[in-house]
């Protein structure tokens, strides 16, 4: 029995797909966001709604790269943990992989009070590629899955407001460049976790922010906020407005009791408390609270259909029961942004723990006394005005408070910036040790005015794209490799023109062309010109294959992420022997990923090769990065033959149009 609360580094194994190498190719364009809107859907919101949605949408995942080096196969894994414990509960936190909590257990009643997944499985779903399901994330940056979902935090014992031990997770959120901070601590002999949130702006000018707290519980529950209205996102790009819980025929609380995946953004008026429960047939379950700043509460479920099915089989194990989603954030959707003024902050309080009411409330039909009776035992477990309390004492004597024991690094690139800028953040020190390979080049043009050369040859390092580094590689010394990085942030800052002309420039006099070439042919297919797209995706794909030293990690993941995106190109444009050309020069085990797989079907049916595409497709073959939402599996199955689409390949998150 643990009687003091208590902070404790612990290693957590599960059967574990390896992350892989990130994409070294710069994401001009950002992945495929299911969350997005047209104009016409926009019509009838509440204004400042409108504007939010409409604030500073993400043109590009610059200057993060794109996780989709990992795979499918899983072994037993040893992953770094922090155990967070008091008498009554015990959380789990993956420092290493976005500082997710893991598990929240109540040690009393020995319930896991979220869904806790048995595997880690990274699939498609963050902005960035690799997430995983389960637990409770800390979603930063932009609409979706945060960029750091697999991604280490710094991580620190802290003390508390009472004193004890707090476990501090922060990191410099780079789509936004933003630091933040997430205190999580168990006040001594209390049944809910608290977690401190603090964003800020160290800048002169006001960024757009967004924040959801995402937590997976068992979808066998009823999920109740003090809402009668919700907007309806479901995957056909439109939001409505819909009554809570009745919508379409069916009480929507329930999140079986539909058929394909749905959000729904629940309308909390003004002045209610800011809570959100999942509770099962028998009354128990979690409930998450908060300050008022986080207003924003909503139920992702993923439906009782075929395609919800098969992607919660997809990110876990055979048998592993479903989950639905529990979450909490900054507006009243996920498609907004909010402006975070110049040398601002923002921050708020959360609290995560069991609650037990009477289950023919909760279950029965009258959705105003279900609310009532949920929302009065929330007020007795855990009163609204001891939450405003704790979240004082947590600014007054713990926010800023310095580590006192290291427990975890997350990377350099918050060094870099505070090296760069000299800000201050109390709390959160981004030491100068912390700089590593990749920050190196960088802190070489911070120091000298000069980006430096490789020393070897080997694929560029990432860019950065902010506007004070723009400035300093347009005043470098023009060389090719500086040129390279100055276009891809200028195309960030949405100069296109000008970004093509520094990669030309850079062309000219480059030992290593396919860089270059590559981000030619992006610009030349997101300006209309698909053949010449093709024949420079053609030529910087030779020119990798000539200048390639080995087969490593790092030319395997050149290799593979450029053939992909040039024999789509060139099959976009009907150059079925120039995709072919670019297949055949692929190793066998690159050939062999699912992806790939996917590709050469596409190549055989540009070829009228219908039968060997289809005995692909009979063979069985899993796309390890299929990305959340996409339709493509139906939708080349469909140019083969009438048939339905086999169940192993049912991902539709939305019905057939």
């Keep these: 029995m643990v009687d003091m609360t208590t902070v404790r580094r612990a290693v957590l194994t599960l059967p574990a797909a390896p992350l892989g190498p990130d994409n070294p190719l710069p994401a001009l364009r950002p992945l495929d966001e299911v969350h997005t809107l047209d104009e016409q859907a926009k019509r009838g919101m509440p204004r400042d709604m409108a504007r939010q949605i409409g604030y500073e949408p993400l043109r590009t995942l610059l200057p993060v790269r794109v996780r989709d080096g990992y795979g499918r196969a899983r072994t037993p894994t040893g992953l770094d943990a922090v155990v967070v414990e008091n008498d009554r509960l015990r959380a789990t936190v993956l420092p290493g992989l976005g500082g997710r909590v893991h598990s929240l257990h109540h040690k009393p009643t020995g319930r896991e009070l979220v869904y806790r997944n048995p595997v880690f499985q990274p699939a498609d779903f963050a902005l960035n590629g690799a997430w995983y399901s389960g637990g409770v994330e800390w979603n930063i940056g932009a609409t979706g899955h945060t960029t750091l979902s697999c991604s280490p935090l710094h991580a620190a014992v802290v003390p508390a407001p009472d004193g004890g031990p707090m476990l501090r997770l922060w990191e410099w959120e780079r789509l936004r460049d933003v630091p933040f901070q997430v205190d999580l601590w168990l006040p001594e002999h209390s049944d809910f976790l608290y977690v401190g949130v603090r964003l800020r702006n160290p800048h002169e000018r006001p960024v757009p922010v967004y924040w959801w707290s995402n937590i997976a519980v068992p979808e066998d529950r009823r999920v109740l906020a003090p809402a009668e209205e919700a907007w309806h996102f479901g995957y056909e790009r439109s939001l409505r407005r819909v009554p809570v819980p009745e919508c379409d025929g069916a009480d929507r609380t329930y999140p079986l009791r539909g058929e394909y995946p749905a959000d729904y953004f629940y309308e909390v008026p003004d002045g209610e408390r800011k809570w959100i429960a999942a509770l099962d047939e028998d009354g128990h379950g979690l409930a998450q ?159 000298t005015g000069v980006l430096p050369v490789p020393r070897r040859v080997v694929p560029p390092g990432p860019t950065l794209v902010a506007p004070h580094w723009r400035d300093m590689l347009e005043t470098a010394p023009a060389e090719p490799l500086t040129e390279y990085h100055l276009g891809v942030a200028q195309w960030h800052a949405g100069d296109l023109a000008q970004a093509v002309r520094s990669w030309e420039r850079g062309l000219q006099l480059a030992p ?146």
């Design 289 to 447: 609270t908060s300050t008022d700043v986080l207003r924003g509460r909503k139920l992702f479920l993923w439906g009782a259909g075929p395609g919800g099915r098969r992607w919660q089989e997809w990110l876990t194990e055979p048998g592993t029961p479903g989950y639905a989603e529990v979450q909490a954030g900054l507006a009243r959707t996920q498609l907004e942004h909010v402006k975070l003024e110049a040398e601002q902050e923002l921050s708020w309080l959360e609290a995560y723990g069991p609650l037990s009411a009477e289950p023919a409330a909760v279950h029965g039909a009258d959705w105003g006394a279900a609310r009532a009776e949920v929302a009065g035992r929330l007020e007795e477990a855990l009163p609204r005005a001891a939450v405003e309390e704790a979240y004082t004492a947590w600014r007054e004597r713990a926010a800023d408070a310095e580590p006192v024991e290291s427990l975890a690094t997350g990377s350099g690139w918050g060094a870099l910036e505070v090296l760069r800028a000299g800000c201050k953040l109390p709390g959160t020190p981004f030491d100068e040790s912390t700089l590593g390979e990749e920050q190196a080049p960088w802190r070489e043009l911070l120091r």
């Design 512 to 657: 290593s062309r396919w860089p270059l070439l590559r981000c030619l042919a992006v610009a030349d297919r997101e300006g209309g010109h698909p053949e010449r797209a093709a024949e420079r995706y053609a030529e910087a794909f030779a020119d990798l294959c000539e200048e390639r030293r080995d087969d490593g990690e790092a030319w395997t993941a050149a290799t593979a992420s450029l053939a992909r995106e040039a024999m789509g190109a060139l099959l976009d444009v009907g150059r079925a022997d120039g995709a072919r050309q670019v297949w055949r020069a692929l190793w066998p085990a690159i050939r062999n990923r699912g992806a790939f797989r996917l590709m050469e079907i596409q190549l055989l049916i540009a070829e009228g090769d219908l039968a060997s595409a289809r005995a692909v497709f009979d063979e069985g073959f899993e796309v390890a990065d299929l990305r959340e939402g996409a339709e493509v599996l139906g939708e080349v199955w469909a140019r083969l033959t009438r048939e339905p689409l086999p169940e192993r390949y049912e991902y539709r998150m939305r019905p057939p149009e």
